[in-house]
């Protein structure tokens, strides 16, 4: 089955991008203009787009729905009762936040990475941020559209009562389905945002370890392009771009542990670039957390775990699936004197004598990676990455490199 799994990536890639535009064109070539959707479940197909919109891009889709909402009050007095995101306060500042990034990525590809990456760790921290906020206020209230969908825009007299904190005055005959109904559809809600946002959130980290801005740019393009497809075909027909949300969502869900593991390393990479905590750190006599390479067998990539100095000597690497499911361990490959620590320009690796990595180490390490060769009895320190590049560059031009560790025999 892992073998069909790239074509059929391709195949929802491609389903993704052409069938929506090839049913709005189908729509546009109709002789009547387009009408709004007024059944009954069209609010409904609305809400699975917003949702899916605002999970892509967290800040910028926030800040288009306020605008949006704004923008569709018929008087003052109905924009001052917004909620908050749909206010000038917020929306203007967010979307001046997302014009800088633009520019940011804009210049990537004409600037070096290291002047680059300190930025992309900060949009990363706002992008985590941003979706905290959106998933906490925004999607609860578009969700509560299907609420309002299903029982004719009844409201619960439940739900005051609950906010107000007075349980104990709820009578049973107040009761109204629509209370449950919030009750379920708003974590549903959330769960599709969450595995929208993790698959969108890879994109950031991807940025955060490529080299080049042109592909920070492709990428970036990429995501903006899709937001801007869903947002596109919305206003055609409600029910093309909820076709297209659904679409987005299975290969969300199909992707989420990739995504998740990603995050994670995104998350503490640049916490801790930001908080420079290489200089408060220590590396542990028996056993230091670090994310797992592509060469670890058994081990899906970026996981995080801890590698293990057994007392015969040994290495072994402890992780949990999810960071909270039953404790596993795999063995490490090759005896310690056979790996060595790869110093790159950003963060190191644990690499084997074939130059593949084992592990990647956190920003923490920096500056104790011969600390780290000597706890676990590796062979050494050398360049790797773009440091190695640098070093032959110049040995090139006739520079002599400062020696690194010793490597053993």
């Known amino acids: 089955m892992k073998r069909f799994a790239p074509l059929l990536l391709l195949a929802s890639l491609a389903l993704v991008i052409f069938a929506p535009l090839a049913m709005a064109a189908a729509a546009a070539a109709t002789p009547t203009a387009p009408t709004p959707d007024k059944s009954p479940a069209g609010p409904i197909a609305t809400a699975i787009s917003t949702v899916t919109g605002i ?113 104990a005055t709820i009578h049973l005959a107040a009761f109204e389905p629509s209370s449950l109904l919030n009750i379920l559809t708003v974590p549903f809600g959330v769960a599709v945002f969450c595995f929208v946002w993790l698959a969108s959130h890879a994109i950031n980290v991807l940025i955060l370890l490529s080299p080049w801005g042109a592909i920070d740019a492709a990428l970036k393009g990429a995501r903006t392009a899709l937001l801007g497809l869903i947002t596109l075909t919305s206003t055609i027909d409600p029910w093309i771009s909820a076709g297209l949300s659904l679409v987005v969502i299975v290969i969300a869900w199909l992707v989420a542990g990739w995504a998740f593991r990603l995050t994670v390393f995104g998350w503490i990479f640049s916490w801790e670039f930001v908080t420079r905590r290489c200089h408060r750190f220590t590396p542990a006599e028996n056993e230091n957390a670090m994310f797992a390479g592509d060469d670890l067998p ?22 949990r699936p999810w960071l909270v499911l039953a404790p596993r361990v795999a063995p490490v490959p090759g005896e310690g004197r056979a790996l060595a620590v790869g110093r790159g320009a950003f963060f190191s690796d644990v690499i084997d004598a074939q130059e593949r990595t084992l592990f990647t180490l956190p920003p923490r390490y920096r500056g104790h990676e011969e600390a780290l060769a000597r706890i676990y009895a590796l062979r050494g320190v050398q360049p790797a990455g773009l440091r190695k590049a640098w070093s032959s560059l110049r040995e090139m031009f006739g520079h002599r490199v400062k020696n690194q560790a010793p490597l053993a025999s």
């Open 55 to 167: 999970a892509i891009s967290p800040l910028l889709g926030t800040a288009g729905f306020g605008v949006y909402k704004w923008a569709t009050a018929k008087d003052d007095a109905e924009r001052a009762k917004l909620p908050w995101f749909a206010q000038w306060k917020f929306f203007v500042p967010a979307l001046l936040i997302v014009g800088i990034c633009a520019f940011k990525d804009t210049l990537g590809t004409m600037v070096p990475p290291g002047l680059k990456k300190p930025l992309d760790v900060l949009e990363t921290l706002e992008n985590k941020f941003s979706g905290l906020v959106a998933a906490g206020a925004v999607i609860p209230l578009t969700m509560e559209t299907v609420t309002g969908v299903l029982f004719g825009g009844k409201t619960s007299a439940v739900l005051p009562e609950l906010a107000t904190g007075s349980v």
């Open 298 to 319: 058994a081990v899906p990539i970026r996981t995080y775990g801890r590698l293990v100095k057994k007392a015969d000597g040994g290495l072994e690497f402890a992780y």
